[in-house]
């Protein structure tokens, strides 16, 4: 009764019991601290640290060359980092992996890599399931060598999530994926998240990761730029747009708003404020609209500091 | 152990299919083998009738093609193709993958030395005692490791053109200069010398020996020995440097 009370509705319990979970240290399923990694003398990551907690799915961005394959096979233990360390809550547990670039061995069936996969897992009986959750049981006879990249990809996606791994890392999984298996993808990575799988994810199509991933990690020239949960993002910076006099045209240019046919447009971190400052200098205005930044609008924004710097 | 049987399981179910291991691997030699015992009918070898001495030399040639180019190439390119990334994601560390790989390559070379003594034995009716068809095989599987270093050897090239051109001078250097495809009398002395020299030689000087009565000399076993551990060493050694 009293924690109903206190906490008004079981969202807020919950979030309440999720951070103090992540304060005592308990939900975080690997620690990546100080991690850095060179190749011929070029430094590609500095200085990495962050964590991942169970069932937290991170989205790891960043331009090309900015490093986000390296530290994904760094996580992997493809490769060995040079300096840094990494520290799994216990044993190392399995990961699932659904590569940016799958080039297979050409001459095995479908059926015949997904229960060799499988089998290494001692889970060979869920081969025909598999291949069905990954639309391809009428293919099962077909060459991996003639599947196309989109198939290949939901047959490792499917393959990665069968044998329950605690954590799943894919490098641009929709990439050359047809519309239907994107909807499909997104459906059954719900359902992974629901599972309490961590994912560790980098994609270009941002209106998915809103949606799949909780926290944004951004990479820039092997630094970690931004570390942030998404829906802070989200509801960091806004778009506040309204209709004015053509008089006050001036000013508002001023303080940094656009104007397009009469409307005015300006992204804030505050627009509590922008408003106020508004309504200071008698500036009458209609059809106001604070909209919350897109996720695609602020890596946007990050990418032309980049360009910029 | 279980990683290991599954991941010989799929291997040879993607060898079997391999259109190069059917072609320079079984096809090849046998096309070889009709035509030259052809050519060179009723001859003999060193006392050996020469339809049995090019049978060792053939099944010889055989071992030493699938163990340096197929097996060589494959693996660098399941290498280049993060095939292998993929693999040792799964339940199956590196040491266990080449523990299979080895393990299959032998099965494969099984194959091949059954299968060439079986049907060529039918075709030529070959009156030797079965102690020494079992004599011969053992030696040429066992010899065919030291072949699957240099596979491994060649595997460790940073690209796969320099991998493909390095294996075919080997192995035809192997072939012709061990006197795999014509034998090493018939070549200039000083050819002879250099040819008398080579692991593919003396690999099949071995089962020659075996077939002429003589039994393998123990300083063939001493060099072939010598070569396996320094291409073994070197192996590991280009192996340990790739990977840090």
Same mark, same amino acid.
């Given at each position: 009764?009293?924690?109903?009370?206190?906490?008004?509705? &079981?969202?807020?319990?919950?979030?309440?019991?999720?951070?103090?979970?992540?304060?005592?240290?308990?939900?975080? $399923?690997?620690? &990546?601290?100080?991690?850095?990694?060179?190749?011929?003398?070029?430094?590609?990551?500095?200085?990495?640290?962050?964590?991942?907690?169970?069932?937290?799915?991170?989205?790891?961005?960043?331009?090309?060359?900015?490093?986000?394959?390296?530290?994904?096979?760094?996580?992997?233990?493809?490769?060995?980092?040079?300096?840094?360390? $990494?520290?799994?809550?216990?044993?190392?547990? +399995?990961?699932?992996?659904?590569?940016?670039?799958?080039?297979?061995?050409?001459?095995?069936?479908?059926?015949?890599?997904?229960?060799?996969?499988?089998? %290494?897992?001692?889970?060979?009986?869920?081969?025909?399931?598999?291949?069905?959750?990954?639309?391809?049981?009428?293919?099962?006879?077909?060459?991996?060598?003639?599947?196309?990249?989109?198939? $290949?990809?939901?047959?490792?996606?499917?393959? #990665?999530?069968?044998?329950?791994?605690?954590?799943?890392?894919?490098?641009?999984?929709?990439?050359?994926?047809?519309?239907?298996?994107?909807?499909?993808?997104?459906?059954?990575?719900?359902?992974?998240?629901?599972?309490?799988?961590?994912?560790?994810?980098?994609? +270009? &199509?941002?209106?998915?990761?809103?949606?799949? #991933?909780?926290?944004? %990690?951004?990479?820039?020239?092997?630094?970690?730029?931004?570390?942030?949960? &998404?829906?802070?993002?989200?509801?960091?910076?806004?778009?506040?747009?309204?209709?004015?006099?053509?008089?006050?045209?001036?000013?508002?240019?001023?303080?940094?708003?656009?104007?397009?046919?009469?409307?005015?447009?300006?992204?804030?971190?505050?627009?509590?404020?922008?408003?106020?400052?508004?309504?200071?200098?008698?500036?009458?205005?209609?059809?106001?609209?604070?909209?919350?930044?897109?996720?695609?609008?602020?890596?946007?924004?990050?990418?032309?500091?980049?360009?910029?710097? | 152990? @279980?990683?290991?049987?599954?991941?010989?399981?799929?291997?040879?179910?993607?060898?079997? @299919?391999?259109?190069?291991?059917?072609?320079?691997?079984?096809?090849?030699?046998?096309?070889?083998?009709?035509?030259?015992?052809?050519?060179?009918?009723?001859?003999?070898?060193?006392?050996?009738?020469?339809?049995?001495?090019?049978?060792?030399?053939?099944?010889?040639?055989?071992?030493?093609?699938?163990?340096?180019?197929?097996?060589?190439?494959?693996?660098?390119?399941?290498?280049?193709?993060?095939?292998?990334?993929?693999?040792?994601?799964?339940?199956?560390?590196?040491?266990?993958?080449?523990?299979?790989?080895?393990?299959?390559?032998? *099965?494969?070379?099984?194959?091949?030395?059954?299968?060439?003594?079986?049907?060529?034995?039918?075709?030529?009716?070959?009156?030797?005692? *079965?102690?020494?068809?079992?004599?011969?095989?053992?030696?040429?599987?066992?010899?065919?490791?030291?072949?699957?270093?240099?596979?491994?050897?060649?595997?460790?090239?940073?690209?796969?053109?320099?991998?493909?051109?390095?294996?075919?001078?080997?192995?035809?250097?192997?072939?012709?200069?061990?006197?795999?495809?014509?034998?090493?009398?018939?070549?200039?002395?000083?050819?002879?010398?250099?040819?008398?020299?080579?692991?593919?030689?003396?690999?099949?000087?071995?089962?020659?020996?075996?077939?002429?009565?003589?039994?393998?000399?123990?300083?063939?076993?001493?060099?072939?020995?010598?070569?396996?551990?320094?291409?073994?060493?070197?192996?590991?050694?280009?192996?340990?440097?790739?990977?840090?």
């Amino acid at each position: 009764m009293t924690i109903v009370i206190l906490f008004h509705d &079981i969202t807020s319990l919950l979030l309440v019991i999720y951070l103090v979970i992540l304060i005592a240290g308990g939900g975080v $399923m690997l620690r &990546i601290n100080h991690v850095s990694k060179s190749f011929k003398g070029q430094q590609v990551l500095r200085d990495i640290t962050f964590q991942i907690a169970e069932g937290e799915s991170i989205l790891l961005l960043g331009a090309n060359g900015a490093g986000k394959s390296t530290l994904l096979k760094i996580v992997l233990q493809m490769l060995k980092q040079d300096r840094g360390s $990494m520290e799994w809550k216990g044993k190392k547990p +399995h990961i699932g992996y659904v590569p940016q670039a799958p080039s297979m061995i050409g001459n095995l069936t479908v059926y015949q890599f997904a229960s060799y996969v499988l089998s %290494l897992h001692g889970k060979r009986v869920q081969v025909l399931t598999v291949l069905q959750d990954a639309g391809l049981e009428p293919k099962k006879k077909v060459l991996t060598g003639n599947l196309s990249t989109g198939q $290949m990809k939901r047959l490792l996606f499917q393959l #990665a999530v069968a044998v329950k791994p605690k954590l799943l890392i894919m490098d641009e999984p929709t990439a050359g994926m047809d519309l239907e298996a994107k909807r499909q993808f997104r459906k059954r990575l719900l359902d992974v998240r629901a599972e309490g799988i961590s994912v560790l994810v980098t994609t +270009h &199509i941002l209106l998915e990761a809103e949606e799949l #991933a909780d926290r944004l %990690l951004y990479l820039e020239d092997g630094v970690i730029k931004v570390d942030r949960p &998404i829906e802070d993002i989200m509801l960091d910076r806004k778009s506040i747009s309204f209709r004015t006099d053509f008089k006050y045209k001036g000013f508002l240019l001023s303080m940094g708003y656009t104007q397009q046919e009469g409307l005015y447009q300006k992204l804030t971190e505050d627009a509590d404020k922008e408003l106020q400052l508004l309504i200071q200098h008698n500036i009458k205005f209609t059809q106001l609209e604070i909209k919350g930044d897109t996720l695609e609008q602020y890596v946007e924004g990050l990418e032309r500091e980049e360009v910029g710097t | 152990m @279980k990683s290991i049987v599954v991941t010989v399981g799929m291997e040879l179910q993607r060898m079997i @299919k391999d259109r190069y291991f059917l072609c320079f691997s079984l096809l090849m030699p046998f096309i070889f083998y009709i035509l030259f015992t052809y050519i060179n009918r009723g001859a003999a070898v060193d006392g050996i009738e020469f339809d049995y001495y090019f049978l060792i030399s053939m099944t010889c040639y055989s071992l030493v093609v699938t163990s340096v180019q197929t097996f060589g190439i494959q693996i660098m390119y399941d290498r280049m193709q993060t095939w292998m990334d993929y693999l040792f994601t799964h339940p199956l560390t590196p040491s266990q993958y080449f523990i299979s790989r080895i393990i299959t390559q032998l *099965l494969l070379n099984t194959l091949i030395v059954s299968l060439f003594f079986l049907v060529v034995n039918a075709w030529k009716q070959f009156d030797r005692p *079965l102690e020494e068809w079992i004599m011969t095989s053992l030696w040429l599987l066992a010899g065919s490791i030291l072949f699957l270093t240099i596979g491994i050897l060649i595997a460790q090239s940073r690209k796969v053109e320099t991998a493909s051109v390095t294996a075919n001078i080997v192995v035809l250097g192997l072939a012709i200069l061990g006197g795999l495809w014509m034998p090493l009398q018939t070549f200039p002395n000083w050819v002879q010398m250099i040819g008398e020299w080579l692991p593919s030689y003396l690999f099949a000087r071995g089962a020659w020996t075996i077939a002429s009565g003589e039994g393998i000399e123990i300083f063939n076993i001493i060099i072939l020995t010598c070569y396996f551990l320094v291409l073994f060493i070197g192996a590991m050694i280009l192996q340990y440097r790739q990977r840090s």
